[in-house]
């Protein structure tokens, strides 16, 4: 089993292309997440009281 | 739609359409007490076969498509609609777009769901998992999601909320993904009204199947459910999300990963390695999103400890979030090549699922439940003591289950694996494994019944909170504001949330990169298969016996895809190739051993063995839990639809002759004759040519003989 593990990743090419999509992306997604003003981010959280129709217990 | 603008520009009065989510919700409540039935009775028949009343449309092959089924697509399917409807009005401030559509789709999504429950238990059935429903109800499947998104994306255009909350963007990946995953896994090509043949074959059918399977449950059973937990636990603990900006990277970060990870399912089968490892890898790198929402959801009740041992409706949500982490931890778990070499085929990946589908989305159903009832009713909980029955009841119901499956599980997949110093099998008796594991099969049987009990006594409770509900009570008007429009921004993300179409595309390619990368290289298939090692296709009556084989579900039990592992190879034979399942549409390589793996199993015994076998298994194998299948020798072959069966394959590249598709039913009825008057030579009755065990015996016999470098056959097939 464990000399399987040389056998992993036979298509490079294509697992490259793969990670750093990924990679590219997450990291893009995580620096706008980050960068999002606090006021923003908080008025986002609030959506879901922002339109009370509370007719039940 | 329903609204009344005031003297304020901005503001408006509307009614949410509340009825439509009633009917969903009812809908939930109904097909829940079926999938959870179904389910009990097959946990039964597991552990005392003859649960199945002798009747095959209850038989488990048929049973357990159903129980899964209705669970997915009825039960969570109905919660799913209720609570995005629910939600989806209230965060874009707007009634859904048309009530003539929200019509539509309940009344056509009930009506597939009759569809499945008629069809499944009598063998129609494509023998794809969570897919297996034959091509007229795919076609009204993919005609209602299309009424679903249409009445979901034209609700968003009209939304009074500019900036769409993190909920709606785990609906719009399920809506988008759902319609990808099942138009591309469903594109099939019908022989009769109620039977066809997939496009894709062999390898490119199991990649392609559980690239649809494993994102079913993905953004089907999670990413909905995710979208709810983000409106619905909020709104209960009355506290906004924990982190706002660790939703942004859960939800890309999970919709973008989810879709590579299809292939661990497919681990040491002939699928090529870089797909295998590309999958698993994947697989590990879900953790951190599946966490990040967990950890999110679970941090939002932080500070809320009364509520937790006060409020019933907390909780089923920190159970659920419970569940939905440690059913995301052992998931890339299994992914792992060395633990699924143990864990799949077995047990222990049925409990794995029933963690996720009982532990997350059964206890958040029951939590969202309780507290949207009330409230759509207008009207108090009924009792918050049975509130709390159902859920300690169930609570145990889930934990007894998962308990019993994980060791089972981890005990049937070492015995199997077990190998002496000597290079001999532990135990080369399959069912002495099965025996090993039968009274955890009764402990799951409790579990199933504790939690159906937990169920029923919630039913009870919603009926009679229902009940409470004030006659004609007159719909409720919301003011409503226009909110987010006028503003200005420059960041991204934020410039993305308000844009519901480029959201949406956005979406659509972050689940495409995936899909693409993993799929698109073994459509040449020619890339893999060894010319010298091509496998002849089967013969007529052989193709009918596979039929049979499919109706029956005979695959739901056993695998045929022998993994390159020691204990496999010495128990079986060889490890499968591509070449040998390449004309196989669809493909059986199947997920679960509850009985051995039959790709070798053809030639190793004589043909009565199986007759005998067929009729009452413990004739041959004492303990056997396979169930007798006596209406094999009553019920004809269907030899009429032969021809148009061969032709579609030879369309699809089947190497058949011109002769044999168009004489493939007489063909069939020749080899029919034959191996039924062989058969009374040795002492069954006279005049079974016509009969279905002669069919399913000659494809029983053929398989693992169609390569053309015969493999040696091996030692234990039992």
């Known amino acids: 089993m464990k000399q399987e593990g040389l056998k992993f990743f036979t298509d490079t090419y294509l697992t490259v292309i793969g990670f750093l999509i990924f990679f590219s992306y997450f990291v893009f997604v995580a620096v706008n997440a980050l960068r999002a003003p606090k006021k923003q981010i908080q008025q986002l959280a609030h959506i879901p009281f922002s339109n009370e129709d509370e007719h039940g217990k | 739609m329903r609204a009344n603008t005031d003297l304020n520009a901005h503001t408006e009065n509307i009614i949410y359409d509340d009825k439509i989510v009633k009917y969903f919700s009812l809908a939930t409540f109904g097909w829940g ?46 919660a799913i609609f209720a609570g995005m409807y629910y939600s989806t009005q209230r965060l874009l401030k707007a009634r ?82 759902v319609a990808m995953l099942h138009i591309v896994n469903s594109i099939e090509i019908p022989i009769t009204p109620l039977k066809s043949i997939p496009v894709w074959g062999g390898i490119q059918d199991a990649l392609v199947q559980w690239w649809y399977g494993h994102n079913a449950v993905a953004f089907f059973l999670t990413t909905p459910f995710l979208g ?56 590990i790198m879900l953790w951190a999103p599946s966490w990040g929402g967990m950890i999110n959801g679970l941090m939002t009740l932080k500070g809320a400890f009364k509520e937790l041992i006060q409020n019933p409706v907390i909780k089923f949500f920190v159970a659920a979030l419970t569940f939905y982490g440690m059913a995301t931890f052992e998931g890339p778990l299994l992914s792992i090549k ?26 958040l159903i029951m939590g969202m439940m309780l507290w949207m009832v009330p409230r759509l009713w207008k009207t108090e909980l009924y009792s ?43 135990y080369p008796d399959f ?83 995936g899909s693409v990368i993993e799929i698109y290289p073994t ?42 592992i020691v204990a496999e190879v010495l128990r079986y034979g060889p490890a499968s190739t591509i070449e040998e399942s390449m004309w196989d549409r669809p493909h059986q390589w199947g997920s679960k051993r509850t009985g051995p793996d039959l790709s070798r199993l053809g030639k190793k015994y004589p043909d009565m063995w199986h007759f005998q076998h067929m009729i009452n298994p413990r004739a041959i194998t004492p303990n ?39 004489n493939a039913d007489i063909i069939a009825q020749k080899e029919a004759k034959i191996l039924a008057d062989e058969l009374h030579k040795q002492g069954a009755p006279k005049g079974l040519e016509k009969k279905q065990i002669v069919a399913l015996i000659a494809y029983l016999q053929a398989l693992g003989q169609k390569a053309k470098t015969p493999s040696p056959t091996t030692a234990d097939n039992k």
């Open chain 2, 523 to 564: 459509l040449s298939l020619h890339r893999y298969v060894n010319p010298e090692q091509t496998t002849e296709p089967f013969s007529a009556l052989q193709i009918a016996g596979r039929g049979i084989y499919i109706s029956e579900g005979c695959y739901v039990c056993h695998s045929q895809q022998i993994r390159p």
């Open chain 2, 624 to 662: 056997s839990i396979m169930p007798n299948y006596p209406w094999l020798v009553e019920k004809n072959t269907d030899f009429l639809s032969l021809r148009r069966e061969f032709s579609v394959m030879k369309a699809l590249g089947t190497p058949y002759d011109e002769n044999t598709i168009a």
């Open chain 2, 228 to 283: 709810l937990m983000y409106y619905f636990v909020p709104k209960a603990a009355n506290r906004p999300v924990y982190s706002y900006r660790l939703s942004i990277i859960h939800f890309w970060a999970l919709v973008f990963i989810y879709i590579w990870a299809g292939p661990h399912h497919l681990l040491y089968t002939s699928l090529p390695e870089w797909a295998q490892s590309l999958g698993m890898v994947f697989s």
């Open chain 2, 384 to 426: 918050v003591k049975l509130a709390e029955n159902s859920f300690w009841v169930s609570l145990t119901g889930v934990l007894f289950y998962y308990v019993s499956m994980t060791v089972a599980g981890i005990t049937q997949g070492l015995m199997l694996n077990g190998v002496t110093a000597e290079g001999k099998l532990m």
């Open chain 2, 33 to 78: 007490i079926a999938a959870l039935l179904f389910g009990l009775i097959a946990a039964l028949q597991l552990a005392y076969w003859p649960m199945n009343m002798n009747m095959e449309w209850m038989t488990f092959g048929r049973l357990r498509p159903l129980h899964t089924n209705a669970a997915i697509f009825a039960f969570a399917g109905n």
């Open chain 2, 96 to 177: 859904l777009f048309s009530d003539l559509l929200s019509k539509i789709h309940f009344w056509g999504w009930q009506f597939v769901i009759l569809c499945a429950a008629i069809t499944l238990p009598l063998g129609y059935t494509q023998s794809k998992e969570y897919a297996e429903l034959e091509w007229p109800i795919d076609i009204l499947i993919t005609v209602i999601w299309v009424v679903f998104a249409i009445n979901f994306f034209m609700t968003i255009k009209r939304r009074r909320e500019k900036h769409l909350y993190v909920g709606i963007w785990f609906y719009i990946a399920t809506i988008i993904t």
């Open chain 2, 431 to 513: 069912v002495e494994t099965v025996t090993k594991i039968v009274p955890l099969y009764w402990v799951r049987a409790i579990g199933g019944a504790l939690f159906v009990t937990g169920y029923l006594i919630f039913i009870y409770n919603m009926y009679k909170t229902i009940k409470l509900a004030p006659k004609d009570a007159p719909e409720t008007v919301v003011k409503v504001t226009r909110t987010g429009w006028d503003e200005k921004t420059n960041d991204v993300h934020r410039k993305l949330e308000g844009m519901g179409l480029g959201f949406s595309v956005l979406t659509f390619v972050a689940v495409l990169v």
């Open chain 2, 338 to 363: 060395s633990i699924s070499a143990v864990g799949h085929y077995t047990d222990w990946i049925v409990g794995h699922v029933h963690s996720g589908a009982l532990g997350w989305n059964g206890m």
